[in-house]
Antibody, heavy 121, light 107 residues
Framework: EVQLVESGGGLVQPGGSLRLSCAAS????????MDWVRQAPGKGLEWVGR??????????EYAASVKGRFTISRDDSKNSLYLQMNSLRTEDTAVYYC????????????WGQGTLVTVSS | DIQMTQSPSSLSASVGDRVTITCRAS??????LAWFQQKPGKAPKSLIY???SLQSGVPSKFSGSGSGTDFTLTISSLEPEDFATYYC?????????FGGGTKVEIK
C-alpha cells in the first residue's frame, strides 16, 4: 500500500525556517518525481514545487512565490522527500502535502495527509 | 502562467442529480488535465487524469471530457459521499496550476 506521511509542521515566527519531511513507503520511491502542494486555510490548492528523479539529475522546479526561499530535496536511500522553508512569511501559512507523480504519465496519483505550518508572531 | 477557471464556484444538488463542473484553461493544455476531490479536513483524492482516465478505484459515475482549453467533470448520479470540493489541474506546463474549486453542497 502506497503511503506518504508528512511531518515537521508547526508554529514558526515570520522570517524563521522550518524543514518538512515526507516518508514514503509501499513503492519504489526513487522511480518517481515528487511534488509539494499547499493549501492556505479556507483556500484552494497551490503547487509549491517538484523534484525529479536521479536519471533526470534530481532537477527541481518551484513556484514563483517560493523560489529562492524554499528548497526541495530527496534522499532515495531513506525513501524521503524534504521541503526546507526559509524566510517564512505569514502568507506561507498552509497545510503542506507531498504528492507522488505517476512515473510515465506525469499526473498525481497519491497524496499524503498533510502537515500544518503556521507562520505567526 | 496558465490560469484555470472553474465554474460554478459552488452548487447545490440533490442525491441522484447529474452534476457537471467546467474548467477552462487560459491556453491549450492538450490532454494534461486532472480532477481531484477534497472533503473537509482531508487530503485531496485523485479522481481523473489525462482528461478522462479514471484513477484506480474511482467509480464509473465520475467521468471527464474535453479538449484544448475546455473541460468538464460529470457525476452521473450524486450520492451522499460525493458532496465535496472538486479541483481541476493542468500539468502541461510549469508552474502546475489548479482551478479555484467547486463546492458541491446538499440541496
Amino acid at each position: 500500500e502506497v503511503q506518504l506521511v508528512e511531518s515537521g509542521g508547526g508554529l514558526v515566527q515570520p522570517g524563521g525556517s522550518l524543514r518538512l519531511s515526507c516518508a514514503a513507503s509501499g513503492f519504489t520511491f526513487s522511480d518517481h518525481y515528487m511534488d509539494w502542494v499547499r493549501q492556505a486555510p479556507g483556500k484552494g490548492l497551490e503547487w509549491v514545487g517538484r523534484t525529479k528523479k536521479k536519471v533526470n539529475g534530481y532537477t527541481t522546479e518551484y513556484a514563483a512565490s517560493v523560489k529562492g526561499r524554499f528548497t526541495i530535496s530527496r534522499d532515495d536511500s531513506k525513501n524521503s522527500l524534504y521541503l526546507q522553508m526559509n524566510s517564512l512569511r505569514t502568507e506561507d501559512t498552509a497545510v503542506y502535502y507531498c504528492v507522488r507523480i505517476y512515473s510515465s504519465g506525469f499526473y498525481y496519483d497519491y497524496w499524503g495527509q498533510g502537515t500544518l505550518v503556521t507562520v505567526s508572531s | 502562467d496558465i490560469q484555470m477557471t472553474q465554474s460554478p464556484s459552488s452548487l447545490s444538488a440533490s442525491v441522484g442529480d447529474r452534476v457537471t463542473i467546467t474548467c477552462r484553461a487560459s491556453q491549450g493544455i492538450s490532454y494534461y488535465l486532472a480532477w481531484f476531490q477534497q472533503k473537509p479536513g482531508k487530503a485531496p483524492k485523485s479522481l481523473i487524469y489525462a482528461v478522462s482516465s479514471l484513477q484506480s478505484g474511482v467509480p464509473s459515475k465520475f467521468s471527464g471530457s474535453g479538449s484544448g482549453t475546455d473541460f468538464t467533470l460529470t457525476i452521473s448520479s450524486l450520492e451522499p459521499e460525493d458532496f465535496a470540493t472538486y479541483y481541476c489541474q493542468q500539468y502541461s506546463t510549469y508552474p502546475v496550476t489548479f482551478g479555484g474549486g467547486t463546492k458541491v453542497e446538499i440541496k
